[in-house]
């Protein structure tokens, strides 16, 4: 994994549900003192979320894309803007075991390193953030998918379109 923790965001990535932070106001009936400022960590919604009362309309969803666009140009330096690059916490959060014994839970070994397995499906880490997903099955791994993933955000965006994830967000 990524020997730096975060890493400063490109325009292009900010999606619905994109997770990022952004530095600002910790408590709003505080003040603007230094001591109240700090990286306050939050996720464009990618769909109204009716449940938990926070939007009730696409249109909120969309509001909320704009003023996220918004504050991004307000702040061109992009030091108000940061992501955490993908690591073993990420993985895990999305179903992902951590297993580095060879072994997978039915059972069967295999010789090829594989850091996290879920059901049938294989993630390794190769190198800071490439990443190969694979299936196994008899005694073969097919890849899914071998390339570059920088965050949780992006991972979870590919495993919904591989159909190993059906999630919205986690």
């Not at 690059?85 to 059972?107: A, C, Q, R, T, W």
């Not at 850091?115 to 880490?125: A, G, H, P, R």
Request: net charge negative; hydrophobic share 30%; aromatic share 16%.
């Amino acid at each position: 994994m990524e020997e730096t923790k975060y890493y400063t965001p490109t325009i292009d990535e900010f999606c619905p549900g994109f997770q990022f932070q952004y530095y600002g106001i910790l408590d709003e009936y505080s003040g603007d003192s230094d001591s109240n400022k700090g990286w306050i960590n939050t996720e464009i919604a990618s769909k109204p979320r009716l449940d938990s009362g926070k939007y009730t309309t696409e249109e909120e969803v969309i509001e909320e894309m704009l003023f996220a666009y918004n504050y991004f140009f307000k702040y061109p330096n992009w030091t108000k803007f940061r992501v955490k690059y993908l690591d073993k916490e990420d993985i895990e959060s999305l179903g992902f075991i951590y297993n580095n014994y060879l072994k997978f839970p039915n059972g069967k070994h295999t010789d090829r390193v594989v850091e996290f397995i879920k059901n049938e499906y294989c993630l390794s880490t190769i190198n800071n953030t490439s990443v190969l997903i694979t299936k196994y099955k008899d005694g073969l791994f097919d890849k899914l998918f071998e390339g570059t993933i920088k965050n949780k955000s992006e991972l979870l965006r590919l495993l919904i379109q591989l159909g190993i994830d059906e999630k919205e967000s986690n």
